[in-house]
């Protein structure tokens, strides 16, 4: 019970609502469900995304600036 997720008070986001907030394609959005780098729910055909996904995914996106050695 404890890895899954509490969606009793999210708000959900269309994936077009995902792709406006993150400034990327509803076909990036997409990716990031199927990947499963972001959560979301299916309705029927379509997939919701909660709010606070996409703020935890954007928390772990950030980039701070210092390069990485190969």
Do not use: I
Not at 3 to 16: I, Q
Not at 28 to 57: C, D, I, K, W
């Amino acid at each position: 019970m404890s890895s899954e997720a509490n969606f009793s008070n999210a708000r959900f986001l269309t994936v077009a609502e995902v792709a406006d907030v993150m400034r990327v394609s509803k076909m990036t959005v997409y990716r990031l469900v199927h990947s499963g780098e972001m959560p979301a729910v299916r309705f029927g055909r379509s997939y919701r995304v909660p709010e606070n996904a996409v703020e935890q995914y954007l928390k772990g996106a950030v980039v701070d600036g210092r390069t990485e050695s190969a």
